[in-house]
């Protein structure tokens, strides 16, 4: 039974994937207002997703701090990014985005975000996100939440212009 689950359910994802779908690329840099220097502040993700019109869904890997570690690496960590484009005005679009995943050999391993940016789609193919939100850690014993600021660059694998839910969209 759980075994019909399982490919029902691979079937559905690789159904809906493949439908109209744009592939895309991006580079995921950020700041935090956390403590330390600057490479411990440091954040720096790489995600690949689809995007169907006003929504797409991104998997990311990345390290929550590019400081040095002593001992094993508590800072790497891969996330599941849904982004939904809000609003639109002309190369403009106001995105927000949840996400959730894990951090590996960290005693609060479990982590949410929630990210609200601005997107400029200086082509069909790149598009540049300036972006702010909040980071939540937790685990077994502690939880502690990071305000983070950045700046990623996505590439479309092939001419992509998205919609909003509100706005006008974008000329083709």
Known sequence: MLIKQIISLAVFISVVTSCSAQTYLSFVPSLTNSAGT???????????????DVFSLGADIGKTSLGKNDGRDTTIYVEVRPNLNIFQEGKFTNTLTPGI??????????????????????????????????????????????????LSIMYFLKPYTPGAIIGKKKDK
């Open 38 to 52: 600057l490479a411990e502040k440091a954040n720096l993700s790489f995600e690949a997703g689809r995007q169907w």
């Open 101 to 150: 995943g894990l951090i590996f050999n960290s005693k609060e391993n479990f982590m949410t975000e929630l990210t609200s940016g601005i997107e400029y789609a200086y082509s069909p193919n790149w598009h540049l996100n300036i972006y702010f939100g909040q980071y939540y850690y937790s685990g077994r014993s502690s939880a502690s939440n990071v305000t983070f600021f950045g």
